[in-house]
């Protein structure tokens, strides 16, 4: 495999830069709805501080290497310019020449004469007022040089100064190579600070998300919800004050809750009676066609006004008390037993069910109460499911028994979030109170279990009862 060139690794950590600042800028523009989430508030501030520190650090190694080449490269000139002023003393004191008359020797020879020549001497001669007498090659002034004068000695008596400049390529090409190992090294680092930032936000987020999850369960209805495990005192602590502020919630607002969901539910019913009592009062006793008609309505809302209340205080009896006697049952026989009596209840229904198991089943519970939930499951099929086999199973999952009733249709995602509270129902129109699968939960909570619509559809619609195994 061939080895990545400095240009390639420079364009790659340039576009791992690009695509990390796009990142953070389509997170920031989608905060400004819906707010900066913890995980994100944790990746900045551990990106900003990594991504300084290892700034900081690049330019600090960077320069600190800068300034050990150019020592090395000016103790070098200061080698070659003390053994050019020596060599130079010791011309002007055998000969007895002057500084002027070397300078012209040397300016006489081909080799030092070509001021351009980079790979030849870079060589200066000033006379004792710093007058230069001689140069060739590089300029002290020319950028990326280090430079370096000596005293000429004659005699005891210095007659002048060798100057040497060493170029400093072999530096600018080190800080060159070092440059991309520098760049990757960061952005490691911003890469692991974003690794440290996604674990440590979604330690914190996450028994968060779970709380907050729990409280929208409660607000929903599911008044015995169990509080997520914490870990963490904090954490701990504050699962166990929303399960007491539910729990005393629960107390204060139960009665309220109930007489507005009775009265809600009421008024259409008693509304249908007073008018058509007030028809029948005005002269429609006098047609018997006309006063069957409307004596139907009154019945019609009767019963759903019994039905309504025997729901409902069903609901308020299990919410309140719970379940009093539990005794061990196989589910299976409870489960075989409401769906023959459902079968025979709607025997001239188009709808075909079939039940299967694994079975038996045995949990601690109340047989009356799981009958119940049950038939309410299955009553819901008659009365919401489009036409299609009705599939009702007993199976184990686990450390817990599920009764899985599926049938075909769908529900709106309107309805999904409510699908087990009060009085939500997509089909008033054909008898449903919408207690039914409110009163499955709550027999599901009684036992320590849990009622779930495990598909929403289309094409089917499955409910869960999960109770734990005996």
């Known amino acids: 495999m061939a080895a990545l060139t400095p240009p390639l690794v420079v364009a790659i950590a340039a576009l791992a830069l690009v695509v990390l600042a796009l990142f953070v800028f389509v997170r920031l523009l989608r905060s400004r709805s819906s707010g900066l989430s913890i995980r994100m508030q944790i990746f900045l501030a551990l990106a900003s501080i990594v991504g300084m520190f290892a700034f900081a650090l690049g330019v600090l190694v960077l320069d600190r290497i800068k300034g050990r080449a150019d020592l090395v490269g000016h103790e070098a000139a200061l080698g070659e310019a003390r053994a050019a002023a020596a060599l130079v003393g010791i011309e002007m004191e055998t000969s007895g020449r002057s500084l002027d008359d070397v300078a012209e020797k040397l300016g006489r020879s081909p080799r030092l004469a070509r001021r351009d020549d980079e790979s030849g001497p870079h060589l200066a001669l000033l006379d004792r007022d710093g007058r230069v007498v001689f140069e060739t090659g590089r300029s002290p ?96 602590r504050l699962a166990r004050s929303l399960d ?23 008024k259409n019913p008693v509304a249908a009676i007073r008018a058509s009592a007030e028809v029948l009062e005005d002269g429609a006793l006098e047609e018997p066609e006309e006063a069957a008609r409307f004596l139907g309505r009154i019945l019609e809302a009767t019963s759903r006004i019994e039905a ?69 499951l299955l009553d819901n099929t008659s009365v919401h499911a489009e036409a299609g086999p009705v599939e009702v199973s ?35 129109d054909r008898g449903g109170t919408g207690l039914g699968l409110a009163i499955v939960r709550a027999v599901a909570d009684a036992h320590g279990g849990e009622a779930t619509c495990a598909s929403f559809g289309p094409p089917e619609v499955a409910f869960e009862l999960a109770l734990p195994a005996a």
């Open 394 to 428: 007993v199976r184990r999952k686990g450390e817990s028994v599920v009764c899985r009733v599926t049938s075909r249709g769908h529900i709106g995602r309107a309805v999904q979030p409510r699908i087990f509270s009060r009085f939500v129902t997509t089909r008033a």
């Open 244 to 266: 007491s502020m539910r729990r005393e919630l629960q107390g204060r607002r139960f009665v309220e809750t109930f007489a507005a969901d009775l009265s809600h539910e009421l």
């Open 141 to 236: 002034n020319e950028p990326g040089t280090v430079s370096a004068n000596a005293p000429i000695e004659v005699s005891g008596e210095v007659a002048g100064q060798a100057r040497v400049v060493k170029p400093t390529l072999l530096i600018r090409k080190t800080l060159a190579d070092l440059a991309p190992t520098v760049l990757v090294l960061s952005l490691l680092l911003i890469l692991v600070a974003a690794l440290c930032a996604v674990a440590i936000g979604g330690a914190i987020a996450r028994p968060i998300e779970a709380l907050t999850q729990f409280a929208e369960r409660i607000s929903l209805g599911e008044r015995g919800a169990p509080p997520p495990p914490g870990h963490g005192r904090e954490v701990i």
């Open 308 to 376: 309504l209340l025997g729901d409902l205080l069903s609901l308020a009896r299990l919410e309140a008390r719970g379940v009093v006697q539990k005794e061990t049952i196989d589910l299976d026989e409870v489960v075989r037993a409401s769906t023959r009596a459902h079968r025979a209840a709607v025997k001239h229904s188009q709808i075909r069910m079939t039940f299967e198991s694994d079975g038996p089943h045995v949990v601690h519970g109340d047989p009356a109460w799981l009958a119940r939930a049950v038939t309410n």
